[in-house]
């Protein structure tokens, strides 16, 4: 009895966050996907103006109910001199029309998912940029489940960014609690935090702990995350991503 008092409070627990979205309309579910603004942020640098290397990691809320939960997140390059940006991205609807869900694109690095407003996460610029732009293309041709897609609990976009961050380090990528899918490592249980700083083991993405000098604390339960970042004060939960300093 009590061991399922326990996991009906941490169940409990682990869904306040998403309940609290839906129930102060923080996010929203209605609206038409093929209308939904896609404007850039301005957060990128315009090409025009900017000859030096960029890199930059972006998350923005996930389109309709999986919004409650979780957010999508993508990669976007820009070479040294080049005149626009490539975006590398993971997307359900392609594999479900038995497209590749893995998409390299020339889109507006900053767009928004869908009416959701993206959140800059990583970024390199100049020559640490051109030294990772190589690897980044190397780590994305090396991805496992390009032509896979499980929104719960994965392989899906944030699998996708988290495999590219632990072959690439010198982005320090912290991917927020929401980001659904970053602690899929199929059916290799341990690997490197995708910070690079520290490490994680995760039973396909339902149940997992991860310890990292970027990350903090955090124990997966589910798919979904609480966490404690002492680096940085901040505690991490699920739906409602990371309360305290940036």
């Known amino acids: 009895m009590r061991w399922l008092l326990f996991s ?32 850039p942020a301005g957060t990128a640098p315009d090409p025009a103006i900017t000859p030096e290397a960029v890199v930059q990691i972006y998350a923005a809320r996930a389109f309709g109910w999986r919004a409650a939960f979780a957010v999508h997140s993508w990669i976007a390059v820009k070479a040294k001199g080049a005149a626009r940006y490539t ?14 869900a893995l998409a390299t694109s020339d889109r507006a690095p900053d767009a928004a998912w869908f009416g959701n407003r993206p959140e800059l996460l990583a970024e ?32 899906n976009s944030n699998t996708f960014t988290a495999f590219v961050a632990r072959r690439v380090p010198a982005l320090r990528l912290d ?45 997966n339960l589910l798919g979904l995350t609480i966490g404690v ?16 300093r940036d």
């Open 124 to 155: 390199l610029r100049g020559p640490e940029a051109e030294a990772a732009i190589g690897r980044i293309a190397a780590a994305v041709a090396a991805y496992p489940y390009a032509d896979a897609y499980r929104a719960w609990p994965g392989p």
């Open 8 to 39: 009906a409070g941490a169940l409990g627990l682990m869904l306040a966050g998403p309940l609290i979205n839906v129930a102060t309309g923080a996010v929203e579910f209605g609206g038409d996907w093929r209308s939904a603004p896609r404007t």
């Open 175 to 219: 991917l927020p609690p929401t980001a659904i899918g970053k602690d899929y490592l199929g059916a290799h249980p341990f690997a490197g935090a995708p910070s690079g700083t520290g490490w994680q083991i995760s039973l396909f993405g339902l149940l997992g702990v991860l310890v990292g000098a970027e990350e903090g604390l955090e124990i």
């Open 87 to 100: 975006v590398h991205e993971v997307i359900g609807w392609r594999a479900y029309r038995g497209l590749p």
């Open 229 to 244: 970042d002492p680096s940085a004060p901040a505690i991490k939960l699920p739906g409602l991503g990371r309360l305290g």
